[in-house]
């Protein structure tokens, strides 16, 4: 699949304007996520993956197609508290997407049905993309298996890189810093995966490797 032929829309961050859209599936996400993800499933091969923050869908959608495209048949369950009306044609494309809040009070602990899920057999991938990715990720990450992706949107290594770099140039939005994580991954064994390129899209991709 040509991706950038594919992208029907680029942000533009001068105008405060962080929406993307990939065959006119509208996402807030910077354009270049799209090769980042395409890249980055062909390379790990999913076979389930967990999305907190469904939001607009678009981003939800484009990972179903690219799934397709690259004849992987991951379940992709993706939860939301706020329901969009066109979420029901997710459902029927194949997409699981629930309007629930998943977390307990403070983020101490999560539905079973999402511990469930992570623990199913193959490969998971969890993207912490909701109201709150520190506590997301702090949670999560606790119950990923070995060989598991844990990722979070909106990242700034630190706030520094994130006012130098980032700022109007890849990202305006910055909810989740390295220090902020940084316990996490030491306990649950988290480590960087191709850093720079996720840092490059806001994002951080961590893998568990024991």
């Known amino acids: 699949m040509d991706i950038a032929s594919n992208i029907t829309k680029k942000v533009c961050l001068k105008i405060n304007d962080g929406l993307s859209s990939f065959k006119s599936h509208a996402c807030q996400q910077h354009h270049g996520v799209f090769q980042v993800f395409y890249d980055f499933f062909k390379s790990v091969k999913p076979a389930n993956i967990l999305e907190i ?3 607009l869908g678009g981003f939800t959608m484009f990972l179903k197609i690219i799934c397709d495209e690259l004849d992987l048949k ?3 369950l993706s939860y939301d508290i706020h329901r969009n009306a066109w979420y029901d044609d997710m459902i029927k494309d194949g997409v699981d997407v ?3 809040n ?3 009070e403070g983020f101490a602990d999560v539905k079973q049905e999402v511990k469930d899920f992570i623990h199913k057999p193959g490969v998971t991938v969890v993207l912490c993309d909701g109201g709150y990715k520190q506590g997301e990720f702090k949670l999560l990450s606790k119950f990923i298996k070995q060989g598991d992706f844990i990722l979070a ?3 700034g290594e630190t706030r520094e890189i994130f006012d130098n770099k980032i700022f109007n140039n890849i990202w305006n939005w910055c909810e989740i810093t390295e220090g902020e994580i ?3 991954c030491k306990e ?3 480590i960087d995966f191709d850093k720079e390129t996720f840092n490059n899209v806001a994002w951080t991709c ?3 490797v024991k």
């Open 188 to 190: 649950n064994n988290l």
């Open 98 to 100: 629930r309007v629930e």
């Open 153 to 155: 949107h909106d990242y």
């Open 206 to 208: 961590k893998v568990k």
């Open 74 to 76: 991951p379940s992709i």
């Open 182 to 184: 940084a316990e996490a």
């Open 53 to 55: 923050g469904t939001a």
């Open 102 to 104: 998943v977390f307990s």
